[in-house]
C-alpha cells in the first residue's frame, strides 16, 4: 500500500506534497478561520489540525500502522473530513465506503481492502458492529454518536488522545485513498490516488474554476465518499477556504438555497435536475450575490437547464466537469458561454491532463471520428489495488483508457457518444450492469439475465433486468426486485424486470444491449 515513510517532521515535511501538509499550512496561517461547517457546528483551522491530530495519535495506540487502511463508514458530516486526514496522520491510507451499501457489499470493500478498522456513524453502527464482528483483521470500530457494544466511542477516543505530532510523514507517492469504483466484472475495484495525485488534482480544479481563494466558501451536495466529494473539499482547504458540509438527506430546493444564501456561498456544485429545480425557485435571486461559480456534472444537461442558468445566475461562471475516479477524477472542464454554444461536450482537457482518441489498436483517429479517449498526466491513479492484470488492461499502451467513447470537434472540444462498457448513471450515481447480473444469475429462479439503462425522468437512467426464467420457474418481478434489496445497495436495484424467452446475441455469444435498450426504452419512459 505505501511505498516509503520516514519519522522526521520540519522542513522535511513541508517539501513533500502530501494531504495533511497542505491543511497544517492553512491552519499555521489562518488558525482562527472557519475551515468547516456543517449544520450548526463549525472548526476553526486551528480546531480542525488538533482533532485530525488526536484522531492520528489514537489510531496509532490501536495498532495502525504506515501502509494500513482504515474504513470511513460516514454520511456527510465534519467526521469524514476528521478521519480523512487524521488516517493520513497516521500514516494511513482512508477507505471510504458508499454508506448505500448493503452489508454484503460493505464486507466485501473492507475484506479487499485489508481495513484493519472503522470509523462509522451511528446511523451505519449495525454494518459496522457485523463487519468487526465477523471480519478477519477488522480490529476496532470508532461510532461517531451512540457506540454499540463493541465500539469505541469517537469523541472520547479523541479527548483521550494526544495532540502531540505523531511524526509520521507520508511520501507523495503513498496512497491518500482508496477509492472503490464498481468494475464491469461485476465486483467494485479499489483504485489507489496517492497524495502527489490529489495535490496535483487540487491545483488544476483551482486553476481551471478561479477565483478561489481564502475568501472562498464551497458548498456541495455530493456525498463525501465519493471522488466528487473528496475532490471538491480538497482545494479550499488548500487555500485556506470555508467548506460547508452538505447533509446526507433528500435535495431540499429551499434548504439548499438558504444554505447558499446564509453561508455566502462562492462555488457550488449540483447535478442538472438540481440547478433546473434550483434556477425556477421564486428565490433564486437570493444566492446571485456572492456566487462566483455554478458547477455541473454526472449526468447530461438540457438545454432548457443551460439556458435557465445563463439567465437567472447572471456573472455567475457555469462550469461542467467531467472524468472519473481513477484520474483524481476531472478531466476536461466545459466553461462560461461554452455551456450552451458547445451544447453536449463535456469540455476541453484540463491543465496537467494529456489526452488522446484511439482505435483498438491505439492509433489516433482524425477529429470528428468516434474513439476512446485515454489519459494520462499526474492525476492518473498508480492502479488498482491488488488486482495487476485489471491494472495492467487499464494502462494498456502507456495511457489510462476511460472506457468512454468520443469524438473531438474541430475547436478541440469532446463529446461522449456512447460508455464502452455499458455503464449506467442514474441520478449521478454510476451503476455497472454486471454487477447487478452477478446478483440476479444468483437467484435460482433465473436462467440468463442482462441489465440495462432506460430512460427516466427524475433520474434520467434506471437500471432494468430482462431475464430468462430457469425450466419450471414463476419467479415474478417483485421477487427478484425484492432478491436484490438484501445484495445491493438501493440506487442499484431495478427498477423494473421484463421476462423473454431468450436474450439476443451475436455470434460471439455477447448480448446485443444495444437491441434491448432499443427495445424497451420507449415502454420504460
Not at 356 to 371: A, K, S
Request: proline share 5%.
Amino acid at each position: 500500500m505505501t511505498t516509503t515513510h520516514t519519522s522526521t517532521a520540519g522542513l522535511e515535511r513541508s517539501r513533500r506534497l502530501i494531504l495533511p501538509e497542505l491543511l497544517a499550512r492553512s491552519a499555521r496561517r489562518l488558525p482562527d478561520k472557519i475551515a468547516v461547517i456543517f449544520g450548526e457546528r463549525q472548526l476553526t483551522y486551528a480546531e480542525l489540525e488538533e482533532r485530525t491530530t488526536r484522531l492520528a495519535n489514537a489510531l496509532i495506540e490501536r495498532g495502525v500502522r504506515p501502509g494500513d487502511t482504515v474504513a470511513l463508514l460516514l454520511m456527510n458530516g465534519i467526521e469524514f473530513i476528521e478521519a480523512f486526514f487524521g488516517a493520513h496522520k497516521a500514516g494511513a491510507t482512508p477507505v471510504p465506503v458508499n454508506f448505500r451499501l448493503a452489508q454484503d457489499e460493505v464486507d466485501y470493500i473492507l475484506q479487499d481492502a485489508g481495513a484493519v478498522g472503522i470509523v462509522a456513524d451511528e446511523p451505519l453502527a449495525a454494518l459496522a458492529a457485523t463487519a468487526t464482528a465477523t471480519l478477519e483483521g477488522v480490529r476496532f470500530h470508532l461510532a461517531v454518536g451512540a457506540a454499540p457494544e463493541g465500539a469505541e466511542g469517537y469523541e472520547d477516543v479523541l479527548a483521550a488522545a494526544s495532540s502531540a505530532d505523531p511524526g509520521v510523514v507520508a511520501a507523495e507517492d503513498d496512497i491518500a485513498a482508496l477509492m472503490y469504483t464498481s468494475g464491469t466484472t461485476g465486483r467494485p475495484k479499489g483504485a489507489m490516488l496517492t497524495h502527489r495525485n490529489l495535490v496535483v488534482h487540487a491545483s488544476n480544479w483551482a486553476h481551471e474554476v478561479g477565483q478561489v481563494d481564502e475568501d472562498s466558501v464551497w458548498r456541495a451536495g455530493a456525498p463525501l465518499f465519493h471522488i466528487a466529494g473528496v475532490a471538491g473539499f480538497l482545494p479550499f482547504l488548500w487555500l485556506g477556504g470555508s467548506v460547508v458540509i452538505a447533509p446526507s438527506t433528500a435535495f431540499d430546493i429551499g434548504e439548499s438555497i438558504e444554505e447558499l444564501e446564509r453561508h455566502r456561498v462562492t462555488h457550488t456544485f449540483f447535478v442538472p435536475t438540481q440547478w433546473d429545480a434550483i434556477c425556477r425557485h421564486p428565490e433564486v435571486s437570493r444566492i446571485t450575490t456572492t456566487l462566483k461559480a455554478a458547477l455541473w456534472g454526472a449526468s447530461p444537461a438540457l438545454r432548457s437547464t443551460l439556458e435557465a442558468m445563463s439567465e437567472t445566475l447572471p456573472g455567475v461562471a457555469i462550469i461542467s466537469t467531467f472524468g472519473q475516479t481513477e484520474m483524481s477524477p476531472c478531466t476536461t472542464f466545459l466553461k462560461g458561454a461554452d455551456a450552451v454554444r458547445k451544447m453536449g461536450s463535456v469540455g476541453r482537457p484540463s491543465v496537467n491532463v494529456e489526452v488522446r482518441v484511439v482505435d483498438e489498436d491505439m492509433n489516433d483517429v482524425p477529429r470528428g471520428e468516434v474513439g476512446e479517449i485515454v489519459y494520462r498526466g499526474p492525476t492518473a491513479m498508480v492502479g488498482y489495488f491488488n488486482k495487476p492484470e485489471a491494472t495492467a488492461e487499464a494502462f494498456h499502451g502507456g495511457w489510462f483508457h476511460s472506457g468512454d467513447l468520443v469524438r473531438e470537434d474541430e475547436d478541440g472540444y469532446f463529446y461522449v457518444v456512447d460508455r464502452k462498457k455499458d455503464m449506467i448513471i442514474s441520478g449521478g450515481e454510476n451503476i455497472y450492469p454486471a454487477e447487478v447480473e452477478v446478483v440476479l444469475a444468483a437467484h435460482e429462479g433465473v436462467a440468463d439475465v442482462a441489465v440495462i439503462g432506460v430512460p427516466h425522468p427524475k433520474w434520467v437512467e434506471t437500471p432494468l433486468a430482462v431475464v430468462v426464467r430457469a425450466p419450471g420457474s414463476e419467479v415474478t418481478e417483485e421477487e427478484l426486485i425484492g432478491y436484490c434489496r438484501q445484495h445491493l445497495a438501493g440506487y442499484k436495484r431495478p427498477s423494473g424486470v421484463r421476462f423473454v424467452d431468450v436474450l439476443p446475441r451475436n455470434a460471439g455469444g455477447k448480448v446485443l444491449k444495444r437491441s434491448l435498450r432499443d427495445a424497451y426504452a420507449e415502454a420504460a419512459a
